[in-house]
């Protein structure tokens, strides 16, 4: 046990050696982390929301909006089904999460109610796939006229899930474009969307960024009427809609309801400058089908505006000087150079599902973080100063060696996490704190074990050999079974539960690594100085 090969000590060497390199960015400044050459690691730990401050918000989908939306649908298609198959209908509305329709001749109700059910689709299956056979329509006929129907529980569920999924990985994506590191955005509950941003200054653009659904379409200007009638009382003429701008005062305008294209065909948008007045514009590209539509719409439209609406706003409203055939365009507008900036990250991300609800909305100064990482680092500093006094009280020349071996295992631990650009919380302070006092349980064991040996007076080589060879077992299955519970408190627990979970698991294999291992060649080099020592100093 106290031979080792040139191998295991050049590999020994060369995990200390990368142990220093990764963990000595944390002690350098910004810049100077920058002017490293590339081949050398750069990247320091990220500090967490309770440690650097940051942005807290608890956002609820608005999950009525999603199955009005479904119900809308419902409606044209409830229409064109019946119109295609030349049933005449009437009456045809909206009734609690589903749809009412008559017939005006009771002879086509087989024909109806086909047509009808021919409407209801397969639910996407679940996770489980529980969902398998369910449909999303329960159609039911009320006399020999009437017909109902309605959204499936299953239907709902599954909707209700798939935008909630879809509105966590759009706040990803519109939050990763500010530039933040390790943002939190997971699910709490059936509709609601924890998200916590360290290190944002700046809640209001947060709340800006994530409060607007960032549906955009193009829509022709109605120019039959006057907005000002309309909003006097007078009638929109048909198939036109009263929108604002988001400007103050807001400006009416009237706008075909139909959209002639969708910002569903947007693939990319950045922030420009126009080149004639210098000032902030918005850059939009469509995809080969939209900028097809949007070369047909603006060539049959010369001369008339073409309102941008975004969620139900309108942002610009230019007139179209000639055809815009290269599927790009450009939104201008009174912008400042982060409003438009905000504007391109919107439509980069892409539309929300649903519209958002705050619920909740919290900031954590730095004041705060201050004060976190100052009683952190007292508890650790703390911790550390007690476990070496008692290893070198204790076992005297070998707690010394523990305790070297103790501060190369702090050193592995802080150049993993920052190898892992893994986040730092609190419970990820108290998790490194636990590891220090864990750290050195590996040595206890061993020592203890030497100690024995030397009391039933075997030689000290013949001791230490022993005391290392069946401490092992004992050491090994403390800290897997350790080890798995760290893994069950990543798997099944969220935020700085896995920050706990991490640091936990990345200590107990470094700890062993340097209990095991380091000591033991420290001990080794010991012993060869020593030639056969006649006692040890423990």
């Known amino acids: ?288 089908v939209g900028g097809k539509k949007f070369g047909e719409v603006t060539k049959a439209n010369i001369g008339r505006p073409f309102a941008i609406v975004l969620d139900d706003k309108i942002i610009s409203a230019p007139v179209i000087q000639s055809a815009i055939l290269g599927g790009a365009g450009r939104i201008t507008g009174n912008f400042s150079v982060q409003e438009a900036n905000d504007l391109a990250i919107l439509l980069r991300a892409g539309a929300l599902p649903a519209p958002m609800n705050i619920l909740e909305e919290r900031t954590v100064g730095p004041g705060l973080g201050a004060d976190s990482v100052s009683a952190g680092r007292i508890a650790l500093i703390v911790g550390f100063v007690a476990v070496i006094g008692f290893m070198v009280l204790s076992y005297n020349l070998f707690g010394l060696f523990a305790n070297i071996a103790l501060i190369i295992n702090m050193v592995l631990i802080m150049a993993v996490l920052s190898g892992l650009q893994a986040t730092l919380t609190l419970p990820g302070i108290a998790g490194i704190v636990l590891t220090v006092g864990m750290a050195v349980d590996a040595n206890v064991l061993i020592f203890e074990r030497i100690r024995e040996e030397l009391r039933a007076n075997k030689a000290p080589i013949t001791a230490i050999d022993v005391g290392y060879s069946r401490a092992l077992g004992t050491i090994l299955d403390a800290n897997v079974t350790t080890l798995l519970a760290a893994i069950i408190l990543f798997q099944l627990g969220s935020g700085p539960i896995r920050g706990f979970a991490v640091t936990l698991a990345i200590g107990i294999v470094t700890s062993v690594f340097t209990a095991f291992t380091l000591t033991r060649f420290f001990i080794s080099l010991w012993v060869r100085a020593k030639g056969r020592p006649a006692q040890l100093p423990l």
């Open 1 to 288: 046990m106290l031979h080792f090969s040139k191998l295991k000590i050049a590999g020994m060497a060369l995990v200390f050696v990368a142990g220093i390199l990764f963990s000595l960015p944390n002690f350098l400044s910004q810049q100077t982390r920058q002017s490293m050459p590339d081949i050398l690691p750069s990247s320091a730990l990220n500090l967490g929301l309770d440690l650097q401050g940051g942005s807290h918000l608890l956002l609820s989908v608005d999950m009525q909006a999603v199955q009005n939306e479904r119900l809308d649908g419902l409606l044209g298609d409830v229409r064109l089904a019946l119109r295609g198959a030349g049933i005449g209908y009437t009456g045809l509305g909206r009734v609690s999460n589903g749809v009412s329709v008559t017939l005006r001749d009771s002879s086509q109700s087989q024909a109806a109610k086909k047509a009808l059910e021919d409407l209801a689709q397969p639910v996407e299956a679940l996770v489980f796939g529980s969902f398998s056979n369910a449909v999303d329509l329960d159609v039911v006929q009320n006399g020999d006229l009437g017909f109902t129907l309605t959204l499936t529980e299953e239907a709902i569920l599954a909707r209700n899930t798939r935008t909630l999924q879809q509105s966590i990985e759009i706040i990803r994506r519109r939050i990763d474009e500010l530039g933040t590191t390790e943002p939190t955005i997971q699910r709490q509950g059936d509709t609601r969307i924890l998200v916590q941003v360290p290190g944002l200054d700046d809640p209001q653009r947060l709340k800006a960024l994530l409060g607007q659904t960032a549906k955009m379409n193009f829509h022709l200007v109605d120019q039959n009427a006057s907005p000002y009638d309309v909003m006097g009382g007078k009638r929109a003429p048909a198939g036109a809609r009263l929108v604002y701008t988001d400007t103050e005062p807001a400006v009416p305008y009237l706008i075909r309801r139909r959209a002639m294209v969708s910002g569903e065909r947007l693939v990319d948008a950045s922030i420009g400058f126009d080149p004639q007045t210098n000032a902030p514009e918005v850059n939009f590209r469509f995809d080969s």
